[in-house]
């Protein structure tokens, strides 16, 4: 079964410090993609990254890194020196290869106050 | 070149009315994905069409709920009786390729709320 947890419901941080989302997930499959979006109180849903399951270099964006350990299945998201409009739900997600279906996560809604 | 279009964005319905949620998949995609967000949940995949083909709808309810893609026009996705438990955030997303790698491309969402 494919599963996706953030056992993170809600963070609330004040502006400038770092933040780090946590996603563990369980596949049998051995080829994967992880991904993470965005969803802003406007609504929509904001692609961020997507991993693919061979691919185990952290990745940097800004301000914005992620942490791929197939070790202990988990992709973490760490926001540095946040903002105010980094305030979002951000979902967690995985496809298994020649799998049709994303399987998202709880979401962790964040919240940076100033 | 435009993204994906879904309409309408905000929808009310009373229960027992149909509801109907359009989504036009970015130009050269062929490949539609349907996923509902009820609130404060995350995304659940509902069903998968190409053109004039329903692939895989493992995940629409068995009752009142139907989806299409016809060969010229937008997908839709039809909620016949609506009930106030199918309030929830509908997003729609287009691949292009056979594959897929997960490079979706998600619409803004239509929201429904039933009365």
């Known amino acids: 079964a494919q599963k996706v947890t953030q056992a993170q419901t809600e963070i609330s941080v004040v502006e400038k410090e770092d933040v780090t989302l946590d996603c563990v997930y369980e596949t049998r499959d051995t080829t994967y993609y992880l991904f993470w979006y965005k969803q802003p109180p406007s609504g929509e849903l904001v692609f961020l990254i997507r991993?693919?399951?061979?691919?185990?270099q952290n990745e940097i964006s800004g301000r914005y890194s992620w942490n791929f350990q197939k070790s202990t299945s988990s992709f973490n998201f760490t926001i540095t020196a946040s903002q105010v409009v980094d305030s979002a739900v951000y979902f967690c997600?995985?496809?298994?290869?020649?799998?049709?279906?994303?399987?998202f996560g709880q979401g962790t809604r964040l919240t940076i106050n100033p | 070149n435009a993204g994906v279009m879904q309409n309408p964005r905000h929808l009310v319905r009373r229960r027992g009315q149909e509801a109907r949620l359009r989504c036009s998949p970015m130009?050269?995609?062929?490949?539609v994905y349907w996923y509902r967000q009820l609130p404060e949940e995350g995304l659940k995949f509902m069903v998968y069409?190409?053109?004039?083909?329903?692939?895989?709808e493992s995940g629409m309810p068995k009752e009142r709920f139907s989806a299409e893609f016809p060969k010229e026009g937008p997908s839709i996705l039809r909620i016949q009786q609506v009930v106030r438990g199918d309030s929830a955030a509908y997003f729609c997303a287009s691949a292009a390729m056979t594959e897929n790698t997960g490079e979706l491309f998600f619409g803004e969402g239509s929201r429904l709320t039933v009365l």
């Open positions: 997600a995985l496809l298994p290869r020649g799998a049709q279906k994303l399987v």
């Open positions: 069409l190409q053109k004039e083909n329903i692939i895989d």
């Open positions: 130009k050269g995609h062929s490949h």
């Open positions: 991993r693919n399951s061979f691919d185990e």
